[in-house]
């Protein structure tokens, strides 16, 4: 199983960016795919997740109304378009397949793609 981002990269704080998550080896729909951030010193914080299957969403507060996830089922791909950048979603992203959107219950993560917004 391998799961590739793609996507980052510098920005100046307001602009956006769009993540990609390609997922191989696994039955997409079976799973989450969750987007995840780390930043320097922090722990690694789930901000979005969707369901395949079903559709579902989640956000956490501090992307919610700036951040969007979506699938594109026929490519395997998820997205994750950020607007609305601040110096504050500076981090590592990751995405990751599991059961659900919590870290614990990731199973396969990417390699990461790095995120840096500018002031």
């Known amino acids: 199983v391998q799961l590739v981002e793609s996507g980052g990269g510098l920005v100046q704080a307001g602009g956006s960016l769009r993540l990609s998550c390609a997922p191989s080896?696994?039955?997409?729909?079976?799973?989450?795919i969750g987007w995840f951030r780390q930043a320097p010193g922090k722990e690694r914080e789930g901000i979005s997740c969707?369901?395949?299957?079903?559709?579902?969403?989640y956000y956490a507060h501090s992307v919610k109304g700036r951040f969007t996830i979506s699938s594109d089922n026929a490519k395997n791909t998820v997205y994750l378009q950020m607007n609305s950048l601040t110096p504050d979603d500076t981090a590592v992203y990751y995405c990751?397949?599991?059961?659900?959107?919590?870290?614990?219950?990731?199973?396969?993560w990417g390699q990461g793609t790095q995120v840096t917004v500018s002031s």
């Open positions: 080896g696994l039955k997409f729909d079976d799973y989450v």
């Open positions: 990751a397949a599991g059961s659900g959107c919590r870290k614990e219950l990731a199973e396969y």
């Open positions: 969707i369901d395949i299957r079903h559709g579902s969403t």
